[in-house]
């Protein structure tokens, strides 16, 4: 039986949730354990971790872009809105200048994933986070 739209996103927004948190455990920390929220620099373990979204996962253009996801502390990503202003410099001084603004603009830009796509990332996230652990 084939898995609703709904339940593909929600198949994928695990895995992907657990490929970025990983993904920057890895790059703040060199670890898998622990990683640096992007909005206020507290060093969190990875079980206490989230995936926040600069723009809002209500945005499918950038709900799986990867330069809008990154790892945050749940106390910056649920009690504080997800510091989008702290997030956006954050942004910025990663990818360069105007990112966040790009992203901006992006999730703006309506668009409803196909079955396929979501099952194709499905798919590529899953690996990638098989090559991580």
């Given at each position: 039986m084939k898995l609703t739209i709904p339940k593909l996103k929600n198949k994928l927004d695990r895995i992907f949730s657990r490929y970025i948190r990983l993904r920057d455990c890895?790059?703040?920390?060199?670890?898998?354990?622990?990683?640096?929220?992007?909005?206020?620099?507290?060093?969190?373990?990875?079980?206490s971790s989230h995936a926040g979204?600069?723009?809002?996962?209500?945005?499918?253009?950038t709900r799986y872009h990867e330069k809008n996801v990154k790892l945050q502390c749940s106390?910056?990503?649920?009690?504080?809105?997800?510091?989008q202003y702290a997030f956006s410099k954050e942004i910025d001084r990663i990818y360069g200048?105007?990112?966040a603004e790009e992203l901006e603009q992006l999730?703006?830009?309506?668009?409803h994933f196909k079955r396929y796509?979501?099952?194709?990332?499905?798919?590529?996230?899953?690996?990638k986070v098989k090559e991580m652990e």
């Open positions: 890895i790059a703040t920390t060199g670890t898998l354990d622990n990683g640096r929220c992007i909005t206020c620099g507290k060093i969190i373990t990875f079980k979204h600069f723009q809002s996962r209500r945005y499918g253009s106390y910056c990503n649920c009690f504080q809105a997800g510091e200048k105007g990112t999730a703006h830009r309506e668009y796509e979501l099952e194709e990332l499905i798919k590529y996230y899953t690996a």
